[in-house]
Nanobody, 124 residues
Framework: QVQLVESGGGLVQTGGSLRLSCVAS????????MGWFRQAPGKEREFISG????????DYADSVKGRFTISRDNAKNTVYLQMNSLKPEDTAVYYC?????????????????WGQGTQVTVSS
């Protein structure tokens, strides 16, 4: 059974930073693509960033490119999202995701498993 547990959310001022973590279990973490999504109140969940199983392919939404960095530590079964220069519009629940199949290509539509989410609030 796949389990994804996010942490690291919180309240931060505009321009501040947060680092989200997600620990995965129930799969051979190192061979699955991992991603981050977010959902703001009244909006649909949107893709933020993804990292393929090898760690060599990174993908970012235009809205966070240059400010957010995704990384993974396969020894710890953990994926991270470093968020810098945060803006009020980054306020949302952030979800970790794991791809449906191993050895993926990093496609944004490939994610099938989700964590419970962690709240990020950026005050103006």
């Amino acid at each position: 059974q796949v389990q994804l547990v996010e942490s690291g959310g919180g309240l931060v001022q505009t321009g501040g930073s947060l680092r989200l973590s997600c620990v995965a279990s129930g799969r051979s973490f190192s061979i699955y693509d991992m991603g981050w999504f977010r959902q703001a109140p009244g909006k649909e969940r949107e893709f933020i960033s993804g990292i393929d199983w090898s760690g060599s392919s990174l993908d970012y939404a235009d809205s966070v490119k240059g400010r957010f960095t995704i990384s993974r530590d396969n020894a710890k079964n953990t994926v991270y999202l470093q968020m810098n220069s945060l803006k009020p519009e980054d306020t949302a629940v952030y979800y970790c995701a794991l791809s449906s199949r191993p050895y993926g290509t990093g496609a944004r539509s490939s994610y099938a498993y989700w964590g419970q989410g962690t709240q990020v609030t950026v005050s103006s």
